[in-house]
């Protein structure tokens, strides 16, 4: 099957969602390639729903799907066993959250930490340099999970505005992502964001509460969220009472 997708200079703006391959596609989503990764260029594509996505030896290739997978902070599945987690982990004094304290080092190791049926990685060397700059920009983020002095694990994400869009995570200790996407879900409860951006459906996110909604409806979203205040990037320990202080869930 041969359709049209458009091949993109630097100058040439990103296409209208719109026009992403549909369903019946061999790349569902998929709705430019080529162009840059420059921070201009990645706040135009997540100011209109969109993101890039590619592996090592491929042009730039911009994603747009639909549905999109969004985690409504506010029905994150706050499991028994992840409140009791997060209770002993806010209860002990060699265990914090950081954030923004060391980008690059979280960034390099959800590109090279293995994964359980993945060979390879998306995040390839260009993305890590792109994201960095987008970082220095103030509009990537990580939040790091630290236990008895070490990095256990983290994600990063970027955000526009009050429009958080997650990326990637990893985890060197039990559970230490999920305590780290936990601390992001609080951070944007404390601070009035309403949803992450989760891009696409697996099991694991949808068993923390994710779930799909249209593309349109979605682009909607991050147009009012991206023209509000931006969140403070740092983390309050009381933060933790506005997650734990909620009715808990089964196990």
């Given at each position: 099957m041969n359709l049209p997708l458009p091949w993109l200079d630097t100058s040439d703006a990103l296409p209208n969602v719109d026009s992403a391959w549909a369903d019946d596609s061999p790349a569902p989503g998929l709705l430019a390639a080529g162009a840059d990764l420059s921070v201009t260029r990645l706040l135009e594509a997540y100011s209109h729903g969109i993101f890039p996505w590619f592996s090592q030896g491929q042009p730039v290739l911009w994603w747009a799907p639909n549905p999109r997978m969004v985690l409504?902070?506010?029905?994150?599945?706050?499991?028994?066993?992840?409140?009791?987690?997060?209770?002993?982990?806010?209860?002990?004094?060699?265990?914090?959250?950081r954030v923004n304290h060391g980008f690059q080092r979280v960034i390099t190791a959800c590109a090279t930490t293995s994964r359980e049926g993945q060979n390879g990685t998306w995040?390839?060397?260009?993305?890590?340099?792109?994201?960095?700059?987008?970082?220095?920009?103030?509009?990537?983020?990580?939040?790091?999970?630290?236990?008895?002095?070490?990095?256990?694990g983290g994600l990063y994400c970027v955000s526009i505005g009050k429009a958080v869009f997650g990326e990637s995570m990893f985890a060197r200790r039990t559970d230490?992502?999920?305590?780290?996407?936990?601390?992001?879900?609080?951070?944007?409860?404390?601070q009035g964001a309403g949803w992450i951006d989760c891009q696409q459906n697996t099991a694991h996110l949808a068993s923390l509460g994710a779930q799909e909604i249209?593309?349109?409806?979605?682009?909607?979203?991050?147009?009012?969220?991206?023209?509000?205040?931006?969140?403070?990037?740092?983390f309050e320990p009381l933060y933790?009472?506005?997650?734990l202080s909620r009715p808990p869930q089964s196990a």
């Open positions: 409504d902070i506010h029905r994150f599945r706050l499991h028994r066993s992840l409140r009791k987690t997060l209770q002993r982990f806010r209860a002990d004094p060699r265990c914090e959250i995040i390839v060397p260009s993305m890590v340099d792109a994201y960095t700059a987008l970082h220095g920009a103030g509009h990537a983020h990580c939040i790091e999970t630290w236990m008895d002095g070490e990095l256990a230490a992502s999920k305590i780290a996407l936990a601390a992001l879900v609080a951070l944007c409860g404390a249209d593309r349109t409806t979605f682009v909607g979203k991050v147009a009012l969220a991206r023209n509000q205040a931006p969140l403070h990037w740092h933790w009472d506005w997650l």
